[in-house]
């Protein structure tokens, strides 16, 4: 099966790594020709996920034409580069299987990946990789489930036999609406996660966080069509789970910063960021509660000090749980 795999970040190359593996004829589009040119040169990408040898059967190239014909294209790109990247380039890839590998909501639209793509390529299945994983983990083969979502339940069927491996165990769902939401949203609270823990509030704090955080997840879900069993597992609560608890998450890691008041890499991709402007949005939009993904968006836009944050998620009326 040939696969490529637009992005060459960390994500998207540790998804070639383990593909190839599996006997998978990749290609690995980079948008920087310098950086392909570094990674066939390396036979890695030092760049971006440093200590991982590229196998022989991943082909980088930052000419995205060399893999257009691939039948599985996965978009291992940010959320907000998607609609931009399709607008230019979905001449080339509609009507192939787009499988988006991003966790976010578009902050121009409010739409997630699956919407993105079907605008932007009627002809194409789409369809959304996501669930609780780290790049490092899956490219040294540590094992990893994830939840792949399409619409198309017999073309999900086929994506999900194509991108398995023994260590990367992929569980389908046709809820595309849950899946995308589990995945964006849960970004959010792992800021607010980070937050508790940067400003020395205790792991007490940060379980209280992450339960009240899981119930806004489940409100504006189920007011947008998603089902609940899909927020309860891999693209929600799994995933929730492991960004709210790890430093290797970026978006946990942000938070941190806020939280404690330090510095943060501009360059580091934090989707939550955008992500909790565009949920805020789409919460009163539909009359929907979320006090803390409200509270991480003005954080975010530095209009509120953590400091006022917490005063005021600690002032909200007692109710019932």
Excluded at 47 to 53: D, F, I, K, N, T
Excluded at 80 to 104: I, Y
Excluded at 223 to 239: H, K, N, Q, V, W
Aim: glycine share 10%; proline share 4%.
């Amino acid at each position: 099966m040939k696969v490529a795999i637009l992005g060459a970040g960390a994500f998207g190359t540790a998804l070639a790594v383990t593909l190839a593996r599996n006997g998978a004829e990749v290609g690995l589009w980079a948008r920087d020709a310098g950086h392909a040119a570094a990674m066939r040169r390396d036979g890695a990408n030092s760049r971006r996920l440093p200590g991982v040898e590229l196998p022989e059967s991943v082909s980088v190239s930052a000419n995205i034409g060399d893999f257009s014909a691939a039948p599985i294209q996965l978009l291992a790109m940010p959320m907000q580069q998607m609609a931009g990247f399709l607008a230019t380039h979905c001449a080339t890839l509609d009507g192939r299987a787009l499988v988006a590998c991003a966790k976010g909501i578009d902050l121009a639209t409010g739409r997630g990946p699956t919407a993105i793509i079907a605008g932007a390529c009627p002809q194409s299945t789409a369809a959304v990789l996501t669930g609780p994983s780290f790049a490092g983990d899956i490219a040294r083969g540590l094992p990893t489930a994830l939840t792949l979502a399409c619409a198309e339940d017999a073309q999900g069927k086929v994506l999900q036999d194509a991108l398995s491996t023994p260590a990367l165990r992929l569980y389908r769902t046709t809820d595309t609406v849950g899946a995308e939401l589990g995945g964006a949203l849960k970004n959010v609270i792992a800021i607010a996660a980070g937050v508790v823990i940067g400003a020395q509030l205790g792991d007490s704090a940060r379980a209280a966080l992450m339960t009240r955080g899981f119930a806004e997840m489940n409100r504006l879900a189920h007011a947008l069509g998603a089902r609940a069993e899909t927020l309860a597992g891999l693209s929600g609560l799994g995933d929730l789970v492991l960004t709210c608890t790890s430093s290797q998450s970026r978006n946990f890691r942000y938070g941190h910063a806020l939280g404690a008041g330090e510095a943060f890499d501009p360059a580091v991709t934090v989707e939550g960021s955008a992500t909790a402007k565009a949920v805020s949005v789409l919460a009163r939009k539909h009359g929907i509660d979320m006090p803390i993904a409200d509270m991480v968006a003005l954080l975010v836009d530095r209009k509120i000090t953590v400091e006022e944050a917490i005063t005021a998620l600690l002032a909200r009326p007692l109710k019932k749980e």
